[in-house]
């Protein structure tokens, strides 16, 4: 008996060691697998770290990510928090110490445009999801890249919404804050809106520490049919609640809506009818996203957003382009129709360094969520998807109410807001509109119904059919012949207008030197036919976000006048900024002179340059970029077999830049920390940064290299 049962727990005690091994293989396999590290710039919740984390998890547990060599990775985030900026640089320097393959982050325009240069260092892809438009031009690597809709872009939608579906033409545009985000935001929505022809007035601004009941009683003078609104949360929120205090009925738009300190500053039975474009809703009715937010919310128990969004699209980007052969950042230049929650990816179609172009417009219900009435992929509106079947048992089957048959042939509205025009086709009047789910019954149609007729008001109304779910045959009702095509009014003379351009801007000096005063001359001139009062000229110059204004008192037909914008900037780099002229739309233009009222003005950053000149080295031979006979800098080996730092100086290729693009930034310690660079990287047209020993940065250009000679140009700056 003792025997029998001690052979019964061995048996047991070796399945059990059997058991033991099945299970711990996989997961030593697992933990053996190679690793590729995707950086991350955000808080540990942020909605960055919680997209990725999310498409991370997936990829992984699907197997990982099978290289171009047919190895299969998994992903590892190494997520660095930046507190909003404030220790930017001290995570992108943990970050270096990695070896991350991509970096997706950061959230905002400003922690780009502001760690700009030590972003480059990384020498790896960048994936923003920051929407400001001057960020992929600011990016002189072609690292950059951005995985939401631009500003623009969401400015072009909204524009589009409002004038062409909402036939709105009477909006005003109020910037509450002078920041660039702000500036860019009304720039955007206002150039699209010149575009469609509907000139955004009156262009309402708040200063640094104006009065708020000012801008609200300018606004309820104008009684616009809708205010678009730029600013920060708090400052929007102020704006909203004392408008409809004041009793303004307008509608309201704001870029964000979906902000929890805009949302929670709201008086719940106001918080209807606000209008936004984005780049992704989390209410978007199509499968990918339906799905997204289900996964989203089991695992986090919190609904995401559009960064969210953008950065789990953004990590199944990487996947794909890790797939490819060749370099990560030619690879995701490549990719097309990428299949994202946004909507199709498709970099390859766009401009560089921009990876989508999906825009939602959507307007929020009786309870604040986000309904969709319009999307866009670019400039082209889309059919917004129908909603997922849920499942197919549920816990009890709810049992329906019965529901009337409609008689004849019946019509519902699909969007938001619906306008009736009185004959078939956008030339004629609107002459009322229907709200979604309203129910009309089809009295006529166009012959090729296009459009149906129905008693609207007293009268005959309009509606294409397009736009509409249709309930009947439509060939059962008569064909309606339409009113005759409206005869549009006779042109008038043209009176004569002020026309404000910007002929020239010029930077002094040129380079802009770091650290001092510059000053960027603006030549401004009346080319029109009518005198211009007062108006002001301003630029919020990147990096550093400096804002700058100046005032023109006036300008006569044909007057021009020089003004001066000044700061200083504390960062170098290649940079581009829009100067804007007639910042307020104080000098009415006419519906053309608006549209050239922006320039685009490309500038460079650098230190002073200390000493610069060219330098042939035999084998053995010593550079002195200083010139002072103390000590050299770097010497060209004996065997002409590599480049040598000497004594404490540092040596490091520095790729994509000329000696007219690299500047001192980029002569960063974080890759200027080697000894030695082998010959074997020093080809014809590569830039080495040098940190001297006396502690000066400067860069070599590599020139040639006959025989065992190398032939150097140097630039050192002065620190």
């Known amino acids: 008996m003792e025997n029998r049962h001690i052979r019964k727990y061995l048996t047991l005690g070796v399945l059990i060691s059997i058991l033991g091994l099945l299970l711990v293989a996989p997961l030593v396999q697992a933990q053996t697998q190679p690793v590729f590290r995707i950086g991350v710039l955000d808080d540990e919740r942020g909605p960055i770290s919680s997209g990725a984390r999310l498409a991370v998890q997936e990829i992984n547990a699907a197997g990982g990510v ?81 995985i939401r809709a631009a500003e623009v872009l969401l400015g072009r939608a909204l524009a589009n919404y409002l004038v062409n579906s909402l036939g709105l033409r009477r909006i005003a545009t109020a910037q509450l804050e002078l920041d660039i985000a702000s500036t860019a935001g009304v720039i955007g929505f206002s150039t699209a809106a010149q575009s469609l022809g509907v000139l955004p007035q009156p262009s309402l601004q708040l200063p640094p520490g104006g009065d708020m009941i000012q801008i609200v009683n300018n606004l309820l003078q104008a009684n616009p049919e809708i205010v678009v609104t730029y600013g920060s949360p708090a400052l929007a929120a102020e704006f909203y609640t004392d408008l409809r205090s004041a009793g303004w009925q307008g509608s309201f738009a704001y870029n964000q809506a979906d902000n929890a300190d805009f949302y929670e500053a709201i008086p719940f039975d106001q918080l209807r009818g606000i209008i936004y474009a984005t780049s992704w809703p989390f209410t978007l009715p199509d499968e990918a996203s339906s799905t997204f937010l289900t996964d989203y919310v089991r695992t986090f128990g919190r609904v995401p957003g559009p960064v969210d969004a953008a950065s789990y699209d953004g990590v199944h980007m990487l996947a794909q382009a890790i797939q490819l052969p060749g370099e990560l950042r030619t690879n995701l230049r490549q990719l097309d129709n990428v299949n994202g929650i946004q909507g199709l990816l498709r970099p390859v179609q766009l401009s560089p360094g921009e990876s989508s172009n999906n825009v939602s417009v959507v307007e929020d219900g009786a309870f604040g969520a986000p309904q969709v009435v319009a999307r866009y992929v670019g400039s082209q509106q889309i059919e917004v998807a129908s909603v997922p079947s849920g499942p197919t048992a549920p816990l009890a089957t709810p049992v329906p109410a019965a529901t009337a048959t409609p008689e004849g042939v019946v019509l519902t509205i699909k969007s938001a807001r619906q306008n009736v025009r009185s004959g078939p086709s956008t030339s004629y009047d609107v002459i009322g509109q229907l709200s979604a789910g309203d129910q009309v019954r089809i009295i006529g149609a166009t012959v090729d119904f296009s459009w149906v007729v129905i008693e609207f008001r007293g009268q005959q109304g309009w509606l294409a059919t397009y736009l509409l779910d249709v309930f009947g045959d439509l060939n059962t009702v008569p064909i309606v012949t339409p009113p005759p095509t409206p005869t549009p009014s006779p042109t008038p003379t043209a009176q004569p207008e002020s026309d404000i351009v910007i002929d020239a801007v010029v930077a002094s000096p040129s380079p802009i030197i770091v650290n001092q005063p510059f000053t960027v001359s603006v030549t401004v001139r009346n080319a029109g036919g009518l005198g211009a009062g007062q108006f002001a000229v301003a630029a919020t110059f990147p990096p550093n976000n400096v804002y700058s204004a100046a005032v023109v008192p006036g300008l006569a037909p044909g007057q021009s006048t020089v003004v001066n914008l000044t700061g200083t900037f504390t960062n170098t780099g290649a940079y581009s900024v829009v100067i804007v002229a007639d910042l307020n739309n104080d000098v009415s233009e006419g519906g053309n002179g608006e549209n050239n009222n922006l320039y685009t003005f490309n500038y460079v950053i650098n230190k002073p340059v200390l000493r610069q000149g060219s330098q042939i080295l035999n084998p053995g031979d010593t550079i002195d970029l200083e010139g002072n006979a103390v000590q050299g800098d770097a010497n060209w080996r004996g065997d002409a077999s590599a480049l040598d730092a000497l004594f404490s100086a540092k040596l490091g290729v520095i790729p994509n830049v000329t000696l007219d693009t690299v500047h001192w930034d980029l002569i960063s310690p974080s890759i200027i920390n080697q000894t030695s660079i082998p010959r074997a990287l020093l080809n014809p047209g590569t830039i080495v940064g040098i940190i001297t020993a006396d502690g000066n940065r400067g860069v070599l250009r590599v020139d040639s290299l006959p025989g065992n000679q190398i032939a150097l140009t140097y630039l050192l700056y002065q620190n």
Do not use: C, H, Y
């Open 66 to 146: 099978r290289g171009a060599d047919g190895t299969f990775f998994q992903l590892e985030l190494i997520i660095q928090p930046t507190n909003e900026g404030a220790t930017l640089t001290q995570a992108i320097k943990n970050l270096n110490q990695a070896s991350v393959v991509a970096v997706l982050g950061p959230k905002t325009s400003d922690e780009v445009l502001n760690g700009l240069t030590a972003l480059q260092s990384l020498n790896v892809p960048i994936l923003t999801p920051a929407t400001g438009d001057t960020l992929i031009t600011a990016d002189s690597t072609g690292r950059l890249f951005r």
